[in-house]
């Protein structure tokens, strides 16, 4: 009960409460078979459509954003957002912001509280099997830790900056492609 959905199938399947989806097919919840979500808004067509019930307070704006996890407090703006990519499930994400195209599109594992703003596959990939794994990094701007899996505590603020660093921690790179070849 208590869910706003507009469009073609927002919300279609549904049975959670306090929920705003609005675009075609936005929190459907398309092949979940428990299909229970709450305190979400959902903006854009398929935003949401695949999200893993369990999710809340989560908000996911732009086409096919915040699909294929189970999302607790995340902000994901831009296409295909905290993933778009049906490759890579999560099942435990939490605290994330994802401002960008495609910003962490196919992250997988425990990305928890990592900040990534910027266009192109910004931290794609970021994964961890521990909640400290793959979590607590900061990047701003176009491809930003493009290749980044488990590393953690890491800050990159630049063009490409970080783009091959997939295990380091604790990095600091600032600058064009500041640290492109560190891994």
Same mark, same amino acid.
């Given at each position: 009960?208590?869910?706003?959905?507009?469009?073609?199938?927002?919300?279609?399947?549904?049975?959670?409460? &306090?929920?705003?989806?609005?675009?075609?097919?936005?929190? &459907?919840?398309?092949?979940?078979?428990?299909?229970?979500? &709450?305190?979400?808004?959902?903006?854009?067509?398929?935003?949401?459509?695949?999200?893993?019930?369990?999710?809340?307070?989560?908000?996911?704006?732009?086409?096919?954003?915040?699909?294929?996890?189970?999302?607790?407090?995340?902000?994901?703006?831009?296409?295909?957002?905290?993933?778009?990519?049906?490759?890579?499930?999560?099942?435990?994400?939490?605290?994330?912001?994802?401002?960008?195209?495609?910003?962490?599109?196919?992250?997988?594992?425990?990305?928890?509280?990592?900040?990534?703003?910027?266009?192109?596959?910004?931290?794609?990939?970021?994964?961890? &099997?521990?909640?400290?794994?793959?979590?607590?990094?900061?990047?701003?701007?176009?491809?930003?830790?493009?290749?980044?899996?488990?590393?953690?505590?890491?800050?990159?603020?630049?063009?490409?900056?970080?783009?091959?660093?997939?295990?380091?921690?604790?990095?600091?790179?600032?600058?064009?492609?500041?640290?492109?070849?560190?891994?």
């Amino acid at each position: 009960g208590s869910n706003i959905g507009i469009g073609r199938q927002a919300l279609f399947r549904n049975e959670g409460r &306090s929920n705003v989806a609005i675009g075609q097919a936005a929190g &459907s919840m398309d092949g979940q078979t428990t299909p229970i979500i &709450s305190y979400n808004v959902l903006i854009g067509a398929q935003a949401g459509a695949r999200i893993l019930s369990g999710s809340s307070q989560a908000v996911f704006v732009g086409y096919n954003a915040g699909n294929y996890g189970t999302y607790s407090d995340n902000i994901g703006i831009g296409g295909s957002v905290l993933g778009g990519d049906s490759t890579n499930r999560d099942t435990d994400a939490t605290k994330n912001i994802a401002i960008g195209a495609e910003a962490m599109r196919a992250y997988a594992g425990k990305a928890n509280q990592n900040i990534v703003i910027g266009h192109g596959e910004a931290a794609r990939a970021v994964s961890g &099997s521990t909640t400290s794994e793959g979590s607590q990094n900061v990047g701003i701007g176009y491809n930003v830790f493009r290749n980044i899996t488990t590393g953690a505590t890491n800050v990159a603020l630049g063009y490409q900056a970080g783009y091959a660093n997939t295990t380091g921690g604790g990095n600091v790179f600032l600058g064009y492609k500041a640290g492109y070849d560190a891994t």
